[in-house]
């Protein structure tokens, strides 16, 4: 019989290396098969032609799934200059070639330096976005296309590594919700060409990085799989750390949001952040937000802010 893992009954985070060409669903998939544990789930869709970091969430921390996917992510990859596809990477179907060389690098450069920012990106129709309660891929693939409206993302960054023939090397870091296929093909446009992903690699997610992913491999033990978790805790390290003292953990499960008073941290909140409630041992109890209360502009912080919880663990 096997000792009890210290993250058991808990929930915990997992760094997950998501191979080509599984689905982010396969992954989850082989997680469930190798912990036994039905209760999995993932925070960011890879396409099946793409590889790197996936969040997997165990147990009750499932409930995180959205504050991790406000994480912002980090890709590199190739595209391929001149080929436009149905799909805007390698996968799809070639609808359109161009017979022009690559720009000089410079060039590259500086037209990358123009998608930098908040920009407008129309969702692509190969997209788990749903249209009507359907999801459009599903709806691509039976060659519907519906309109979509343009959404307004950010790019950190759009950086040209080089160029090896018809490829060109890039990096971006991006908000929640940028299309990487969809930069590239506008990217081409604004070339004069167009362009589509030839291969991409999610190098990481807020904190969680490429090299510290687990690969799934089939005769991967369970023992092994949990001794890579991470605690929800730790999974929200983005976020500051409001300790609790234990007398107040009781009514906290109960909904009662906890007086700044009893709370230590290291530097007050600012209107509208969200900080995670931790016991003394650092264990996560709860999330909570910084709302403001209406009143005199020139009050102590503690009476401008009031805590609401937003999720009790």
């Known amino acids: 019989m096997r000792a009890p893992h210290p993250l058991d009954g808990q929930g915990f985070v997992l760094n997950v290396f998501k191979e080509s060409p599984w689905t982010s669903h396969d992954a989850v998939q082989r997680v469930r098969r190798i912990l036994h544990y039905r209760r999995v789930g993932h925070t960011g869709t890879l396409d099946p032609f793409a590889?790197?970091?996936?969040?997997?969430?165990?147990?009750?921390?499932?409930?995180?799934?959205?504050?991790l996917m406000e994480l912002p992510k980090r890709y590199e990859g190739a595209l391929r200059f001149g080929v436009r596809t149905d799909t805007g990477d390698s996968s799809g179907t070639v609808t359109r070639e161009w017979d022009l060389p690559v720009p000089p690098l410079e060039r590259l450069a500086a037209v990358a330096g123009d998608f930098e920012g908040e920009i407008l990106q129309t969702p692509p129709m190969v997209s788990a976005l749903k249209h009507q309660g359907e999801r459009l891929y599903r709806l691509a693939r039976r060659g519907i296309t519906v309109e979509r409206q343009p959404r307004r993302v950010r790019v950190d960054e759009f950086a040209i590594l080089g160029v090896t023939g018809e490829r060109v090397h890039f990096r971006v870091r991006c908000a929640r919700g940028t299309y990487v296929r969809t930069l590239v093909e506008d990217f081409g446009e604004a070339l004069g060409a167009g362009a589509c992903v030839e291969n991409l690699c999610r190098t990481a997610v807020g904190h969680f990085a490429v090299r510290d992913a687990v690969r799934l491999e089939e005769s991967l033990a369970a023992e092994t799989l949990r001794d890579r978790a991470v605690s929800m805790a730790d999974a929200l390290a983005h976020l500051p750390a409001w300790v609790l003292p234990p007398f107040w953990v009781t009514k906290l499960r109960q909904g009662s949001p906890p007086p700044w008073v009893?709370?230590?941290?290291?530097?007050?909140?600012?209107?509208?952040?969200?900080?995670?409630?931790?016991?003394?041992?650092?264990?996560?109890?709860?999330?909570?937000r910084a709302v403001a209360v209406p009143g005199p502009a020139d009050r102590a912080w503690q009476d401008r802010l009031r805590l609401e919880l937003l999720r009790v663990i």
């Open 51 to 67: 590889t790197g970091v996936l969040l997997c969430c165990v147990g009750r921390a499932t409930k995180l799934s959205n504050y």
């Open 262 to 288: 009893v709370i230590e941290m290291e530097a007050p909140p600012e209107e509208g952040s969200i900080g995670r409630l931790v016991g003394e041992q650092g264990d996560l109890l709860a999330l909570g």
